[in-house]
């Protein structure tokens, strides 16, 4: 920061008592006034002949008189300048700590979003190991390695990832036999892709959800759920081709 950018970081009364005023001038001018007089008096008590001792005594009154005067105006002045400068102190140490603070908090966001990222991939990991397991005939194994992804999507506040965990455990424990609970996840992921307006994937999770309706024989719910699954997803697609042959063995 050069010296103009520091000055103007001063207020207004720190900068007054920094800059020269009037007070130099008239404490010479009081200073000439008080010489002049005491000159004029010793002069005049020289020509009745008092003598010389009356005249130096007069001297150092005088004398004395000045310099209380010139203290009196210094230590002002000096305590101007030291609260001036006090001033100027702390206002530098603050424009100094403002970009340090700045580096600080930056340095803490990054490291905050690196964690993050690392929470994320550990919850991508843990869901395709479940994935693998329930595949491989261990739901119990799998609904744990999807409890532990859900736990890190919370932490991330990831609400696409904590869908579709939600999804895969529900998938798990109705593997398992846990239906009542299989629901209960299903429809709370339902829940948080339709609030982030995620279309495509609320379809396969309420497809899902309407093919354990119809393996557990429940057919309106099967129903209805298919058939929303079908309003969600691209006919073009795998999926709508598969929901929609459900849909006619159910109906």
């Known amino acids: 920061m050069d010296a103009s950018a520091l000055r103007e970081t001063i207020p207004e009364s720190a900068r007054a008592a920094l800059e020269p005023t009037a007070d130099g001038a008239r404490l010479r001018r009081r200073a000439i006034a008080v010489g002049g007089f005491s000159l004029l008096v010793l002069g005049f008590l020289v020509a009745l002949g008092l003598g010389r001792l009356i005249g130096l005594l007069l001297l150092l009154v005088a004398a004395a008189a000045l310099a209380l005067l010139v203290g009196r105006k210094l230590r002002g002045r000096s305590g101007s300048v030291r609260t001036a400068a006090g001033t100027v102190q702390s206002h530098a140490g603050a424009a100094a700590r403002r970009p340090v603070a700045a580096l600080r908090t930056r ?122 699954a079908l309003d969600r997803l691209e006919p073009d697609s795998r999926a709508f081709q598969h929901v929609q042959e459900q849909l006619r063995r159910a109906s």
């Open 107 to 228: 340095k803490a966001e990054r490291r905050e979003r690196s964690r993050g990222r690392d929470r994320g991939k550990e919850a991508s990991r843990l869901n395709a190991r479940g994935v693998e397991l329930r595949r491989q005939g261990d739901p119990a194994a799998a609904v744990e390695a999807h409890r532990a992804a859900l736990e890190l999507t919370h932490e991330t506040g990831d609400a696409g990832t904590e869908a579709m965990t939600l999804n895969n455990l529900a998938l798990a424990l109705a593997h398992g036999g846990d239906e009542r609970a299989a629901i209960d996840h299903f429809d709370a992921s339902v829940a948080i892709l339709r609030e982030i307006r995620d279309t495509h994937h609320e379809g396969q999770v309420l497809a899902n959800l309407g093919f354990l309706h119809g393996r557990s024989g429940r057919r309106e719910q099967a129903v209805y759920c298919l058939e929303a």
